[in-house]
């Protein structure tokens, strides 16, 4: 049932005494401010939590050298849930280039640092933030369960590439020493969790989980078990193997990558040090009925301590999420890894009921920033044949099999236009070129009535043998989208402004390639306004190409612009080519204007 009452979860002990509780069932524990906005995975974990009756509250970004704010709390009764907020640490914290990053999306002010000095001890979020509030919970609350969630967790659960350190490391599950590790989008696998742990039971086989299992451990739960042979297991190279040859960790990122995809019902299992990590089956996606409920339950759509001033949150506030998934598969991409291949749309009158809600707010300003989600118009699409193994409706061209529903996006687009109060309605994710050109009147459509000043489209690069590494669609499908988009657009005589992002330095990247891109994006009149260094995250196929300097595609040996003048001289060609002068920018996104 959903709650009536319009309070964020709280946020301290004296607000759950306030609200005559005697304890808490549940702690979640987060390296953002927290923001109450179905946007932040906290806050729809914390709410879909509350929706099934537990008592839930929030330590947000706590402080790390001491246990002080978890001491603030008593023991949570079922489970302290960890997760670093919505970016992995090292990325929230530094650029692809390993520099200090100057800035922080998802804390007070923008800044990273907390009143005081300017030190790795003063940070709001700590490097690796999933281990140490991990560590610091099970020092604190020594009977209670510690589970590990979130973006981090889910893409180190298995033998990772850390760039700040630029070494492998062992799951963050074994690091950490977690009771269980949950990836993906992971609303099934914690209700469950927490109703094991009401039950007393043990958090074994969940789906959706990790475990950390020593030898015996796996032998008397898994007598079968052998590490070749067995049809229901998955055996990844070990720690011990890859670390003696890297090649190895691109082939077990490429297991991964098939197993997820196919959503194998195997056990997966990869020897660490010390301990085995065994991951089990995902959970099934929810449902549209499910997904529906879970985004209409009570978001105040504020931040907290009230009047913070979070920037993720300003840009973010007056979105929607209206597809889940992404079956683009993108190389250097995390979000099929952790969101999953298959595409999960909520309903029309869902998103519909969800912006009325938005538009009712005093503060609210006329406009919604974003109809969106990782790709946002593969909202409403579906597989005929209902999936298979691959998964992959994209590339190298669009599947013949993947239904397109063009008409019902129109039909929620002129839905949501038509709400009182609402002035202007954007569509601000990143779209899919191939799609567009096979849904035109949503193409015009979007681009003349609903693109927030420029269409952002991300070609990625121009040379062929650099896409087909990106698991991207060739060059010439930008050329097609270009030449229609001026016969198009141009007949109602508006200017098309596109935005490209491309990626510069990516495994197999070279000064020419670099060079190459430049020319062809001139030659497209496209001027390259936003691009970034390729930054090698964990849990992709690209950072596996970067660590085994390897192509994903031929195995054959491939330059990898590893230091850091390296990948400046790629940046420095595209700088050249067009003639810019760099203005302020943070991070390894470069913005240039033309010189007239």
């Given at each position: 049932?959903?709650?009536?009452?319009?309070?964020?979860?709280?946020?301290?002990?004296?607000?759950?005494?306030?609200?005559?509780?005697?304890?808490?069932?549940?702690?979640?524990?987060?390296?953002?401010?927290?923001?109450?906005?179905?946007?932040?995975?906290?806050?729809?974990?914390?709410?879909?939590?509350?929706?099934?009756?537990?008592?839930?509250?929030?330590?947000?970004?706590?402080?790390?050298?001491?246990?002080?704010?978890?001491?603030?709390?008593?023991?949570?009764?079922?489970?302290?849930?960890?997760?670093?907020?919505?970016?992995?640490?090292?990325?929230?914290?530094?650029?692809?280039?390993?520099?200090?990053?100057?800035?922080?999306?998802?804390?007070?002010?923008?800044?990273?640092?907390?009143?005081?000095?300017?030190?790795?001890?003063?940070?709001?979020?700590?490097?690796?933030?999933?281990?140490?509030?991990?560590?610091?919970?099970?020092?604190?609350?020594?009977?209670?369960?510690?589970?590990?969630?979130?973006?981090?967790?889910?893409?180190?659960?298995?033998?990772?590439?850390?760039?700040?350190?630029?070494?492998?490391?062992?799951?963050?599950?074994?690091?950490?020493?977690?009771?269980?590790?949950?990836?993906?989008?992971?609303?099934?696998?914690?209700?469950?969790?927490?109703?094991?742990?009401?039950?007393?039971?043990?958090?074994?086989?969940?789906?959706?989980?990790?475990?950390?299992?020593?030898?015996?451990?796996?032998?008397?739960?898994?007598?079968?078990?052998?590490?070749?042979?067995?049809?229901?297991?998955?055996?990844?190279?070990?720690?011990?193997?890859?670390?003696?040859?890297?090649?190895?960790?691109?082939?077990?990122?490429?297991?991964?990558?098939?197993?997820?995809?196919?959503?194998?019902?195997?056990?997966?299992?990869?020897?660490?040090?010390?301990?085995?990590?065994?991951?089990?089956?995902?959970?099934?996606?929810?449902?549209?009925?499910?997904?529906?409920?879970?985004?209409?339950?009570?978001?105040?759509?504020?931040?907290?301590?009230?009047?913070?001033?979070?920037?993720?949150?300003?840009?973010?506030?007056?979105?929607?999420?209206?597809?889940?998934?992404?079956?683009?598969?993108?190389?250097?991409?995390?979000?099929?890894?952790?969101?999953?291949?298959?595409?999960?749309?909520?309903?029309?009158?869902?998103?519909?009921?969800?912006?009325?809600?938005?538009?009712?707010?005093?503060?609210?300003?006329?406009?919604?920033?974003?109809?969106?989600?990782?790709?946002?118009?593969?909202?409403?699409?579906?597989?005929?044949?209902?999936?298979?193994?691959?998964?992959?409706?994209?590339?190298?061209?669009?599947?013949?099999?993947?239904?397109?529903?063009?008409?019902?996006?129109?039909?929620?687009?002129?839905?949501?236009?038509?709400?009182?109060?609402?002035?202007?309605?954007?569509?601000?994710?990143?779209?899919?070129?191939?799609?567009?050109?096979?849904?035109?009147?949503?193409?015009?459509?979007?681009?003349?009535?609903?693109?927030?000043?420029?269409?952002?489209?991300?070609?990625?690069?121009?040379?062929?043998?650099?896409?087909?590494?990106?698991?991207?669609?060739?060059?010439?499908?930008?050329?097609?989208f270009i030449r229609y988009c001026e016969r198009q657009i141009g007949k109602k005589g508006k200017k098309l402004n596109l935005v490209p992002y491309v990626i510069s330095s990516h495994p197999g990247s070279t000064g020419k390639h670099a060079s190459q891109l430049a020319r062809d994006m001139k030659n497209l009149g496209l001027t390259i306004s936003k691009f970034q260094d390729f930054t090698p995250t964990p849990g992709t196929l690209s950072t596996a190409m970067f660590?085994?300097?390897?192509?994903?595609?031929?195995?054959?040996?491939?330059?990898?612009?590893?230091?850091?003048?390296?990948?400046?001289?790629?940046?420095?060609?595209?700088?050249?080519?067009?003639?810019?002068?760099?203005?302020?920018?943070?991070?390894?996104?470069?913005?240039?204007?033309?010189?007239?």
């Amino acid at each position: 049932m959903i709650s009536s009452h319009p309070l964020p979860l709280p946020i301290s002990w004296e607000e759950c005494r306030d609200r005559g509780w005697d304890g808490i069932d549940i702690l979640l524990v987060t390296g953002d401010a927290y923001i109450d906005h179905p946007s932040f995975g906290v806050a729809l974990i914390g709410r879909f939590l509350e929706d099934h009756g537990y008592r839930v509250a929030i330590l947000s970004q706590p402080r790390y050298t001491t246990n002080q704010d978890f001491l603030s709390y008593p023991a949570p009764r079922l489970f302290c849930g960890i997760t670093a907020g919505n970016l992995d640490s090292i990325v929230a914290n530094y650029t692809g280039n390993g520099k200090v990053r100057e800035t922080d999306a998802y804390s007070p002010g923008g800044s990273p640092w907390r009143p005081g000095p300017q030190d790795k001890n003063n940070r709001y979020r700590p490097d690796r933030a999933t281990m140490i509030y991990a560590n610091l919970a099970r020092s604190t609350y020594k009977n209670t369960a510690v589970i590990l969630g979130g973006i981090e967790a889910s893409l180190r659960r298995f033998m990772h590439y850390d760039y700040k350190q630029a070494k492998l490391r062992a799951s963050l599950l074994t690091d950490a020493k977690g009771d269980l590790l949950v990836y993906g989008m992971g609303e099934r696998t914690v209700l469950e969790v927490a109703r094991r742990c009401t039950q007393g039971k043990p958090l074994h086989s969940i789906q959706g989980s990790c475990e950390r299992l020593t030898e015996k451990e796996l032998l008397d739960r898994y007598p079968d078990f052998s590490t070749t042979g067995n049809k229901n297991y998955l055996v990844l190279p070990s720690y011990h193997d890859i670390t003696r040859d890297k090649n190895l960790f691109l082939d077990a990122e490429h297991e991964v990558d098939a197993h997820q995809r196919a959503n194998s019902q195997k056990i997966v299992f990869q020897k660490q040090q010390n301990h085995w990590l065994v991951q089990h089956p995902a959970s099934s996606p929810l449902t549209q009925n499910e997904l529906d409920h879970l985004y209409a339950l009570p978001f105040t759509r504020k931040a907290y301590p009230a009047g913070s001033d979070i920037p993720a949150f300003r840009m973010i506030r007056n979105s929607v999420t209206i597809v889940r998934g992404c079956s683009g598969n993108c190389s250097f991409c995390a979000i099929t890894r952790h969101q999953g291949a298959e595409v999960q749309s909520r309903s029309n009158p869902s998103i519909v009921q969800e912006c009325k809600r938005i538009s009712a707010a005093n503060d609210f300003d006329g406009t919604i920033t974003d109809l969106g989600g990782p790709t946002a118009n593969l909202f409403a699409t579906r597989c005929d044949i209902g999936g298979c193994k691959k998964r992959d409706c994209l590339f190298p061209e669009v599947c013949k099999h993947l239904h397109i529903d063009e008409k019902r996006f129109l039909q929620l687009l002129d839905s949501v236009a038509s709400i009182p109060d609402i002035k202007h309605v954007f569509v601000s994710s990143g779209l899919r070129m191939e799609l567009l050109l096979k849904t035109p009147d949503l193409l015009k459509k979007i681009a003349t009535k609903h693109t927030p000043g420029a269409l952002k489209i991300a070609p990625e690069h121009s040379c062929d043998d650099i896409l087909e590494l990106m698991h991207k669609e060739p060059h010439q499908l930008l050329q097609e989208f270009i030449r229609y988009c001026e016969r198009q657009i141009g007949k109602k005589g508006k200017k098309l402004n596109l935005v490209p992002y491309v990626i510069s330095s990516h495994p197999g990247s070279t000064g020419k390639h670099a060079s190459q891109l430049a020319r062809d994006m001139k030659n497209l009149g496209l001027t390259i306004s936003k691009f970034q260094d390729f930054t090698p995250t964990p849990g992709t196929l690209s950072t596996a190409m970067f660590v085994a300097e390897r192509s994903r595609v031929t195995g054959k040996k491939i330059f990898v612009a590893k230091n850091s003048s390296d990948r400046k001289k790629q940046r420095q060609i595209i700088e050249d080519h067009f003639h810019r002068r760099k203005k302020q920018s943070t991070g390894t996104v470069h913005k240039y204007r033309r010189k007239k």
